[in-house]
């Protein structure tokens, strides 16, 4: 059986460095998608996110030589740049993190809250299936989901409100699904650093889910 | 520690460990049965593992959103056209410089084949200059006296002398190269016995006194001066000549 190897980063970066356009189009095309996601999760702003985006590919194209493979994947090295031109555009912007009002600048379908301004306390994951049939069924599962997205849209906002340290993590780790390792190399930082404010940054963002929750039920109690 | 006290798990450890039931590879991935079991028995625990389940399930949904995100597409074109242009300058450098390195080796060599070309004599092999003395019609005679009547006659090849010989015959003008033809009888030296103990004297004429004398010379620019060698006779009678080329 013929199956095509899939060429590795390090080996279109080096066709690159000899000016191959091909290569550093499929560099981009592989590469792109993840750090535009990390910049719109840390700036809360698709065009400072594509900006960033860009910035960092043009500085790939500028100081590739500058990438040592022996400190880290291709994909840590540009997560490191991508992190430093947000920063950058942080102390520009003087903007630390989005309002919650300006979630939808966010933009694209994805991002888009919820919509349901009174909270229900943390939803449980969704129910595997459902036991009984009929109306009481369906409303059950209808809850289940309309309790599914609030709680996704306010782990959303939590997320963005979290210091900027805490985010990184919670971005690269939780949503870019990277191990300790690739995120370390990406932050510039010990694992065992990761690992503490990962553990730090979801206790806050369960400590942030409950606080509307536990203000509703002082509410009731009165 | 045996390894059942390593797993073994309560409220502390739950919390320290509950953030990574999920991730492989992680001491918390090692204790999640431990964990799930210890959650059963202890409400407060049982709560937060409810609710870490329900965070992890909000970020893997907006994980799963967050995928269908795509940056516009204007920006690849950008992208690229900025790597066609560094890379379009770096070609440019490198042209320049292989075309300034080709010019520097040609300049090297062209100054390398001046300098061979003008060196000074004591530098040039005097293997080469045996060489070129050996092939060169060069008739001569001995430097001071002549011997033998029979050595000269009008345009014979003599056989080549060493160059030490050579040498003796034109080294009166060092630092130019010299060019002579064997040695001419002249119209009215028809005594050969006349050239015994002749000797050989390098004169400067013009071609017309040249000419006058019965060298075989066009005179057509009378006033050019040329040197040549004549074998000149105890009594002072030019009796042959030889024209010696100059560079």
Known sequence: MNEAIPITDDGLLRRMLAGDEEAFTLLYRRKHPAIYRFALHMSGNAAVAEDVTQEVFMTLIRDAKRFDPVRGSLSGFLFGIARNYVRKRWVQDQRIVPLPDDAGDLGPAAFKMSGHANGSGMGGAPHANGNGNGMFSTAARAHDELELLETVGRVRQAVATLPENYREVIVLCELEEMSYEEAASALDCPVGTVRSRLHRARALLLEKLREPAMARSSVAGN | ?247
């Open chain 2, 1 to 247: 520690m045996t390894e059942e006290n390593g797993n073994r798990m309560d409220c502390e450890r739950f919390r320290e460990f509950v953030h990574e039931l999920d991730r492989p590879g992680t001491k918390g991935a090692e204790l999640r049965e431990a964990a799930l079991t210890h959650a059963e028995s202890c409400g407060q625990c049982g709560v937060l593992l409810t609710e870490t389940e329900s965070l992890d399930f909000a970020l893997s949904k907006i994980a799963h959103d967050a995928e269908k995100i795509v940056a516009a597409s204007k920006m690849e074109t950008v992208v690229l056209g900025a790597f066609r242009r560094e890379h379009g300058k770096a070609s440019r450098w490198q042209m320049q410089r292989a075309t300034a390195l080709i010019g520097l080796a040609a300049a090297l060599l062209l100054a390398l084949g001046l300098s061979w070309q003008h060196r000074p004599n004591y530098l040039r092999s005097s293997e080469a200059e045996l060489q070129a003395d050996i092939k060169a019609p060069t008739r001569v005679i001995e430097s001071s006296t002549v011997q033998n009547h029979g050595d000269i006659q009008p345009n014979v090849q003599a056989e080549p002398k060493p160059a030490s010989t050579s040498a003796a015959v034109s080294n009166d003008s060092a630092g130019e190269e010299e060019f002579a033809q064997g040695f001419s009888l002249l119209p009215y030296a028809d005594d050969p016995s006349m050239m015994e103990g002749s000797s050989v004297v390098r004169v400067i004429l013009s071609r017309s006194a040249l000419a006058s004398l019965g060298a075989p010379l066009s005179v057509a620019e009378t006033t050019e001066q040329v040197p040549a060698d004549l074998v000149v006779s105890p009594d002072g009678t030019p009796e042959a000549i030889r024209l010696v080329a100059q560079n």
